[in-house]
């Protein structure tokens, strides 16, 4: 099935496990409307929707994503952040830590085979080789390019994305100031998923958005050494 933004044919199609995966982060403004309304159109292009929203409580944060699920969104494709429980979540897609929690976190517990995905946020290659010996499943990594949501900080670039994926063999997702544009070029230093924020909650079309950075990762693959 397709569909028409702005002359641009959309193709709608069921996302299975891929090689390269786009996470899309809640922009932490505490607008659940505006949060579902985008939400529920850019699903099919994306792997994974997270919600990071700080300023709310736990219980609030599960409303939301009990409520993507009442607008199509499936539930292993909602990964909540900063909630510190494997199987509160039990029927998301998984959870996303900082450093704190998986440092203090049970490492028997994390050794279960059927616990929830588990996503770390890192800043070094030294905290990518510690969320990977406490049982990491994927990390996050950036900020790559300079980026809207932190706009104070140094990006760290291409250069330290490369060193910390070739020093984990856990998948390195890259976020920060991800566009279409620079999708082949994470993706050519080893990332093996891009996560953006403002690319998609920033944008007029948010729709049209999703459908581009799904596209730039189709086109991409033509840049990826074989076998990476």
Request: charged residues 25%.
């Amino acid at each position: 099935m397709q569909e028409e933004a702005n002359g641009t044919a959309i193709f709608h199609e069921h996302v299975t496990t891929r090689s390269f995966e786009l996470h899309v982060v809640s922009p932490g403004t505490g607008d659940m409307d505006s949060f579902l309304n985008i939400a529920k159109d850019i699903w099919r292009w994306v792997d994974y929707i997270h919600i990071r929203e700080k300023k709310l409580a736990l219980e609030k944060q599960m409303y939301w994503a009990q409520s993507l699920k009442t607008q199509g969104v499936p539930s292993n494709r909602i990964i909540m952040n900063g909630s510190d429980q494997l199987d509160q979540h039990a029927s998301l897609g998984g959870v996303h830590w900082g450093q704190a929690v998986i440092r203090s976190y049970d490492k028997d517990d994390l050794k279960r085979v059927d616990r929830l995905r588990v996503g770390i946020s890192v800043h070094s290659l030294e905290e990518a080789k510690i969320a990977e010996e406490r049982g990491a499943d994927y990390l996050f990594y950036g900020h790559v390019y300079a980026s809207n949501s932190k706009p104070n900080c140094e990006s760290r670039g291409l250069s330290a994305l490369a060193e910390v994926c070739s020093n984990v063999s856990i998948p390195v997702i890259a976020i920060g100031g991800i566009s279409p544009e620079n999708i082949a070029a994470i993706r050519t230093a080893g990332a093996r998923g891009a996560a953006v924020i403002s690319t998609i909650w920033a944008d007029d079309e948010p729709k049209l958005a999703a459908c581009s950075l799904r596209q730039a990762i189709e086109d991409s693959e033509r840049y990826v050494e074989p076998g990476r």
